[in-house]
């Protein structure tokens, strides 16, 4: 029986010994406080190296066709407007006004908006009144950075081809039956003037007969 617990007297005091080996180079080392972090495993290995290779760009001609033809779309995702060109006295250069109608924020009324932007017009086509489309494009100077697309219409063109506001009145008595109802009273009248001149006339013939 003695023997016994010298023998288990013997391992607490080894293994008590080891602990503070292992305690006394952790603090050598540095690594007393920080807790050890776990191995990873070979497949997460293989994952994040895979990761990482697909983040690197590719240097293949068919990687860099690819590339070219998904940025291509990009250029047609440009802005357009439509506004009325105020002025056209600089070359190649037009003032356009953009109007809108936003809602004001506190009062919640609708107000309308102008806004004027300098457009590049390389053909000089667009002149003072007309309407245009202009879209966004490459600085072309200091503060032009917007082009015109297209000459919509011309000044007074839209006047011009527009139906007069008579012509629409008379469309609109038309069609709801005004000119009947008016035409109505002017018709009665003209019928008994021509039945007072029937009988007008009766009575002279038998005054004469």
Known sequence: MPEKKTTAATKTTTSRATKATAASG???????????????????KASTGASSDSRLPSTSPSAAAGSTSKASPHRGRRKARVGRVVSAKTPKTV???????????????????????????????????????????????????????????????????APRAADIEKALEETEGVTELLARPEREAVEASADEAEAGAGDDEEERA
């Open 95 to 161: 003032i356009v006004e953009i109007e809108r109608m936003r809602e004001h924020p506190l009062y919640k009324k609708v107000i309308r908006v102008r806004k004027r932007v300098p457009a590049h017009d390389a053909t000089g086509e667009a002149k003072a009144g007309d309407l245009v489309r202009i879209q966004e494009s490459r600085p072309f100077s200091a503060t032009k950075r917007w082009q015109v697309a297209e000459v919509i219409s011309r000044e007074g063109e839209a006047y011009a081809a």
């Open 26 to 44: 952790d603090v050598a080392s540095g690594r007393g406080s920080r807790p050890r972090r776990p191995l990873a495993k070979a497949g997460a």
